[in-house]
């Protein structure tokens, strides 16, 4: 079964500065996709970015970015210029390409300070 | 559009009680699915369904009832309530579940406490 790992339950960043979040999966397929949710204080889930695992390119979507490391079954979350609007949880998420199923890893809480 | 509801947005039960939980979605979405967040474990699949009359189990089914009588709605039967079942369920949905299409939406979620 497919796993997801982010090892930072909570990351803080300074306004206006970049931050990374990590997040490792381990499957033995070679076709997935893989996303990044945040979930505000609202509680709502909103897509932030996705990345399908056949294309080597690195997905950006605005201040968004990740770093896509097939070999390593890595993939880590850049936000850049944070804003106070980014604090939230974060959850990396895998979806095999023959499957429906997404899994999600544990998340990370991301504190913006002004 | 409304996008994907849930009702209601917070229950408390007893333990033994019985409660649906509701879904429902008008994007015309084929793929339904619940999920139960719980603190450190990130949000787990409780049941999907990827069209009327289809379900099927996810990671932690025990406990859970689900039927897809139509494409709108796909509500969550919790059948005798134990305090392992509190937590916050979301209701999610696509259009599909391959390339672009598997897209999901998610619902505001419901915030169940049993006590």
């Known amino acids: 079964a497919q796993t997801v790992t982010q090892s930072q339950p909570e990351m803080s960043v300074q306004e206006a500065e970049t931050v990374t979040l990590s997040c490792t999966y381990d499957?033995?397929?070679?076709?997935?996709?893989l996303f990044w949710y945040k979930q505000p204080p609202s509680r709502q889930m909103i897509l932030v970015i996705r990345q399908e695992a056949y294309k080597q390119q690195n997905a950006t979507e605005n201040r968004f970015s990740v770093n896509f490391q097939k070999a390593a079954k890595s993939f880590s979350l850049k936000i850049s210029d944070s804003q106070l609007g980014d604090a939230a949880m974060y959850f990396c998420a895998y979806r095999s390409a023959y499957g429906n199923k997404l899994v999600f890893g544990a998340g990370t809480i991301l504190r913006v300070k002004s | 559009n409304a996008g994907v509801t849930q009702t209601p947005k917070f229950q408390v039960l007893k333990t033994g009680q019985s409660m649906t939980l509701q879904c429902a979605q008008d994007?015309?979405?084929?793929?339904m699915s619940w999920y139960r967040q719980d603190p450190g474990m990130g949000l787990r699949l409780i049941h999907y369904s990827v069209g009327a009359g289809i379900t099927d189990q996810g990671e932690v089914p025990n406990g859970y009832n689900v039927s897809r009588s139509t494409t709108e709605d796909f509500p969550l039967r919790l059948l005798s309530a134990a305090p392992s079942q509190t937590s916050v369920y979301f209701c999610?949905?696509?259009?599909?579940?391959?390339?672009?299409?598997?897209?999901?939406?998610f619902g505001p979620g419901t915030r169940l406490t049993v006590l």
């Open positions: 999610a949905s696509s259009y599909g579940w391959t390339g672009l299409t598997d897209t999901q939406y």
């Open positions: 499957t033995s397929e070679s076709d997935y996709y």
């Open positions: 994007m015309n979405h084929e793929y």
